[in-house]
């Protein structure tokens, strides 16, 4: 059964950071695109970042530029989303997730396979 598990989500205060990790299990997550996306109460789903399935291409939301970073480490069927000078705004539910589709949009849409998500919690 293909499963994504999220961790490494928590309280931090604004300025701090978090690395997210999305570890797969039942599957190898070399032949999938994997996005990250978040939703904050009363929000609807948004795409963060994306990545490839050889890591070659990644893409992010505007808000995060500069100081989000996606990566992946196939051998340990694992992706990871490095949060750099979180801001209140970033205060949502974090979702990993895999898509059957060659690496195109960042959109919920085009994923199939997703986890339960963590919480990040941006607060003084």
């Known amino acids: 059964q293909l499963q994504l598990v999220e961790s490494g989500g928590g309280l931090v205060q604004p300025g701090g950071s978090l690395r997210l990790s999305c570890a797969a299990s039942?599957?190898?997550?070399?032949?999938?695109?994997i996005g990250w996306f978040r939703q904050a109460p009363g929000k609807e789903r948004e795409g963060v970042s994306c990545?490839?399935?050889?890591?070659?291409?990644?893409n992010y939301a505007d808000s995060v530029k500069g100081r989000f970073t996606i990566s992946r480490d196939n051998a340990k069927n694992t992706v990871y989303l490095q949060m750099n000078s979180l801001k209140p705004e970033d205060t949502a539910v974090y979702y990993c997730?895999?898509?059957?589709?060659?690496?195109?949009?960042?959109?919920?849409?085009?994923?199939?396979?997703w986890g339960q998500g963590t919480q990040v919690t941006v607060s003084s």
């Open positions: 039942g599957f190898t997550l070399d032949y999938y695109p």
């Open positions: 997730a895999a898509s059957n589709l060659l690496f195109r949009l960042c959109v919920s849409d085009e994923y199939d396979y």
């Open positions: 990545i490839s399935s050889s890591g070659d291409s990644t």
